[in-house]
């Protein structure tokens, strides 16, 4: 059973700061791995794909892969309110050949003014 | 969501009744999801699909099936609903299959809430 856990929170930050928001899985043979965003009545909006070791940016996104020790993260600098949400980290490996992310149960982020 | 859209966007229904679950893709990707969401439990695979008329198992299968007769439409029908399938059901499409080096991640449709009274 491949397994992705997550904090569920809720992360409290204040405006300006860095949220840092973490998750581990427990599939060596994972390949990809992705953050997505959810707002409270709304769907998942990908946000953040990583494949290999180290860092990847993208605006105030950053997301960290260490397969050695199997977490992922995601760090957003400068957090707004409107950052608040519901962040879902999810990851695939290669089952009987199909590639089928398995996703976290989601990391609640609150940033308060 | 551009591209994709679920239909009913919400529905009551009886315990009993057969439901069926549209989504409808205009970007003609080949791989098609079912998922439901639930507190507590994040997001569940049902079923998939990698192409017209080939459907796979997921997760949490029993009591659902599915239909892919045009590459735009994936169909899910829960046989007889029953309590326990009140739920939100997100459909979600990708260009190919993830974790073969794709960077595209999927795209969801804006959810079905279900409800079986």
């Known amino acids: 059973q491949k397994e992705v856990e997550q904090n569920s929170g809720p992360l409290s930050v204040p405006e300006g700061a860095i949220a840092s928001l973490n998750c581990t899985y427990s599939?060596?043979?994972?390949?990809?791995f992705f953050w997505y965003r959810q707002y409270s009545g709304k769907s998942p909006e990908l946000i953040m794909s990583i494949y290999s070791n180290g860092d990847k940016e993208d605006g105030r996104f950053t997301a960290q892969l260490n397969k050695a020790s199997q977490y992922v993260s995601l760090l957003i600098r400068d957090s707004q309110p409107s950052d608040s949400a519901t962040y879902l980290c999810?990851?695939?490996?290669?089952?009987?050949?199909?590639?089928?992310?398995?996703f976290g149960r989601g990391t609640s982020l609150i940033v308060h003014p | 969501d551009a591209g994709i859209t679920q239909s009913p966007r919400h529905k009551v229904t009886e315990t009993g009744t057969p439901v069926t679950l549209r989504c409808h893709q205009t970007?003609?990707?080949?791989?098609m999801y079912w998922y439901r969401q639930d507190p507590g439990h994040g997001l569940r695979l049902i079923h998939y699909s990698y192409g017209v008329k080939d459907t796979d198992k997921g997760e949490v299968s029993d009591g659902y099936s599915v239909s892919r007769s045009k590459t735009e439409d994936f169909l899910l029908t829960l046989e007889s609903a029953t309590s326990s399938q009140t739920s939100v059901y997100f459909c979600?499409?990708?260009?190919?299959?993830?974790?073969?080096?794709?960077?595209?991640?999927?795209?969801f449709g804006s959810g079905t809430r279900l409800t079986v009274v």
């Open positions: 970007e003609n990707h080949r791989y």
């Open positions: 999810a990851v695939n490996a290669a089952s009987g050949g199909s590639y089928i992310p398995t």
């Open positions: 979600a499409i990708s260009e190919s299959p993830l974790g073969q080096g794709a960077s595209y991640g999927y795209t």
């Open positions: 599939d060596r043979g994972s390949q990809s």
